[in-house]
Every structure is written in C-alpha cells, then in structure tokens.
C-alpha cells in the first residue's frame, strides 16, 4: 500500500512501472498501491500492466500536508484519481525540483520511455492541512491513511505531537520495527486501531520485502476497504 | 513581564484567549515540530510557529505556555480559537517572519 515509483525525487531510477510489476509478481503480492509523493501519475501505467499478471493496482499518492505530515490517500477508479490529481495540482506550491539536490521527477510509458518532467518539487508541503485532505479523501470515497506515524519526520507524531482525536483515518501505518503494542502503550488514547505495515519502497528489491496481510474475497479496493474496518469477516491478519 | 505587554510592544493581533492576557511570561520557545515544543518547552513560554492545527492549543495548554504567537500572517483555524478561549491561553499573531519577530521578542525580554 506504499510504493515509491521513479516518480518520486527518491525513488531510484530503477522503479519503473514494468520493474515494479514484475517485482511484485516475483513476491507473489496481490495487490498494491502507487504512492509517488504528491502524485499519482503513475497508477494508471502500472495497473495497465499488472492487470494481465492478476495483479491489483490501487491509485494513490503519498501526500505531504501543511504540517508536514506524510499521509497516504488511495484511490479505485481513474475519476477518482484524476479529480484528487486536481486537488494536488491546485495545491502544490510552484516551485521548481533541483534534479541535482532532490532526484528526477519523470513520468514514463509501459516500455520505460520518459514521457514527461514534472517541473515543481513533489515533496513540497501542500498549501492545505490534513484535515482538509482527510475530508477530501473521504468526499472522493477514498481512503485516508497517516504514513509511518512512528517515524521522527515527517509523521503525523513528530508533527503534530499526537493523532488528533477527530481525525478520520481509515488506518494508521507504523513503520516496519515497530511493534504495535509499543505504538498502542505510548499513545493509549487511540482506541483499536487498524494498524498496517508497508515497504514504503523506494528501491526494487524493497518491493514486497514488508507487506500486510488482509482477509479478503478478492483482492479489491472494496474488500480491502471492508479488511481495513473489519467488516463482514474481512479483517487485517498481520505483517 | 505579562502577555499583555508583549502585545502592546510588538503591536500582536489578539485572535483569542483573552483572559489570558494576564499570564506571566517566563522566556520562549520556537519550533514548528509538536513533538518537539512537547518534550522541550517550559511553563510560561512563548511558543512562535506557523503551526496552525488545533493540536497546537492542546500542547499549549499540556505545558502550561503563556501565549502563541503566529508568525507572517497566519491564523489560527475556528476549532483552535474556540479551545484557546476555554483554556485561557492566548493565540497571538503578526505580520513578521519567525527571525524578526523572535529577535524583538529576545530583546524585549532581556532588556
């Protein structure tokens, strides 16, 4: 549910659509998500080639709010993703990517060709804060979920202190050493939370290397809305 | 020295929390990461950010700070207004940058 693509200023040059598919297929995941940061240009290329292989990809992007807190927001259908690609484009500052300092931001075909440069820095802050996102999230049907919330920056925790209590996330990532009993002793004003753990891949071989396991009929982004809320016996079964 | 004169020194815009404007002031704090403000500010500190999410007030009123002041214009949104008046903990802001605002405010303080 956490995928840097060659995209992002971070992703290496070498996590490109057709690489990230095969690698994903390699490890035998079912499903994944996109999460460039602040953008999801590159869903529709990898789900276009996962889809042949029986392999789910979900839109998606790894936003920074005003705060600077770093949120995953995932997305099913192509409406959906472009009108939320509006709401970043509306609200990312101009300001142009240092290839040199930051990395390329390129957006590239099914065969590897670079089809565009994305000129303004992707892991700029938003000009809006995470309630807003959350709420726009939701609006689109959405799902809205805090990145590695225990990480010292750019988390929700190192940002905001702690969760807000009327935050309205779907799940909360926690980083991959973490154990969530750690996470649930420190901050035991959150109640039951789903918690999950991603690869937040920004190298090839980091693909599938950490992943979660959900209890699903079929690897959809319906089902695994359900896992994420434990409804009808869908649940998350670990990591 | 009080809030209050802060206030009038700097010539802040008062949002909120006016019955606060009272408190002792005891040195500040500047720093825009919660976590941080949480772990390291005293009691009686001005805290100066650009953080304007109503989580800001609950690390305020957790470390018994005197007042906030917003930096270059920013304000506070409507939930975090409405909590700095029932904690009695002023919401400040100016037009300044951090450094300049933060360099009067030293100033006033140690003069």
Known sequence: ?239 | MQVSDVVKALNLKVFSGKSGLNREVDGGYVSDLLSDVMGHSDTGNLWVTLQNHKNVMAIASLKELAAIILVKGIEPEADTLEQSNQEQIPILGTDMETFEVVGKIYQLINS
């Open chain 1, 1 to 239: 549910m956490h995928i840097h693509t060659v995209l992002s200023p971070c992703g290496d040059l070498e996590m490109s659509p057709r690489n990230i598919v095969e690698q994903a297929k390699a490890r035998n995941i079912d499903i994944i998500a996109i999460t460039d940061h602040n953008s999801t240009l590159h869903g529709p290329v990898i789900r276009k080639l996962a889809e042949p292989l029986g392999i789910t990809v979900i839109f998606g992007a790894e936003v920074t709010t005003r705060e600077e807190a770093h949120c995953l927001c995932l997305f099913d259908t192509e409406a959906q993703r472009q009108k939320f690609q509006d709401y970043i484009n509306l609200n990312l500052p101009n300001i142009p990517n240092d290839p040199k300092n930051f990395g390329y931001q390129v957006v590239v075909d099914e065969n590897d060709e670079i089809l565009e440069e994305i000129e303004p820095l992707l892991i700029n802050a938003l000009k809006v804060g995470i309630s807003d996102i959350e709420q726009t999230v939701h609006m689109l049907g959405g799902l809205f979920i805090p990145a590695h919330i225990d990480r010292p920056r750019f988390s929700i925790i190192s940002q905001l202190g702690f969760v807000p209590p009327d935050l309205k996330f779907d799940a909360l990532e926690i980083f991959w050493k973490t154990n969530p009993s750690d996470i649930l002793s420190q901050h035991s004003y959150l109640k039951n939370p789903t918690l999950i753990k991603n690869s937040d891949a920004h190298f090839i071989e980091q693909v599938g290397e950490i992943f979660t396991s959900y209890q699903m009929a079929e690897p959809t982004f319906n089902e695994l809305t359900k896992a994420l809320k434990g409804e009808d016996g869908r649940r998350v079964v670990g990591f």
